[in-house]
């Protein structure tokens, strides 16, 4: 009833910039909270940045200050700015979309199907 579309992933040397994309589409009435996570191979996955629908943000402590996380309610889509990235920061990274849905307004949380992003040293 939802789909989420990420794009933006790819290989960068350490020190380099991405921006990931994440668009949601579907039966969607409105879009609470939009946030980032990530999955290093062999690890659990872990949260990145999240925003509120009022633009309030919040991020994991090991990306702060290198990150950000911004969203385009009209489009419906959320952004991560990552500078400065480090080679502890390769994962696949996940958008996570809540919000209500259109018709029965039902809850929802989607998951993107993850981009990878590579750090090179």
């Known amino acids: 009833q939802v789909q989420l579309v990420e794009s933006g992933g790819g290989l960068v040397q350490a020190g380099g910039s991405l921006r990931l994309s994440c668009a949601a589409s579907?039966?969607?009435?409105?879009?609470?909270?939009m946030g980032w996570y990530r999955q290093a191979p062999g690890n659990q996955r872990e949260w990145v940045a999240r925003?509120?629908?009022?633009?309030?943000?919040i991020y994991a402590d090991s990306v702060k200050g290198r990150f950000t996380i911004s969203r385009d309610n009209a489009k419906n889509t959320v952004y991560l700015q990552m500078n400065s990235l480090k080679p502890e920061d390769t994962a696949v990274y996940y958008c996570?979309?809540?919000?209500?849905?259109?018709?029965?307004?039902?809850?929802?949380?989607?998951w993107g199907q993850g981009t990878q992003v590579t750090v090179s040293s």
């Open positions: 579907g039966s969607i009435f409105s879009i609470n909270a």
């Open positions: 925003i509120s629908s009022g633009g309030s943000t």
């Open positions: 996570n979309v809540r919000g209500l849905l259109s018709g029965n307004q039902n809850e929802f949380g989607s």
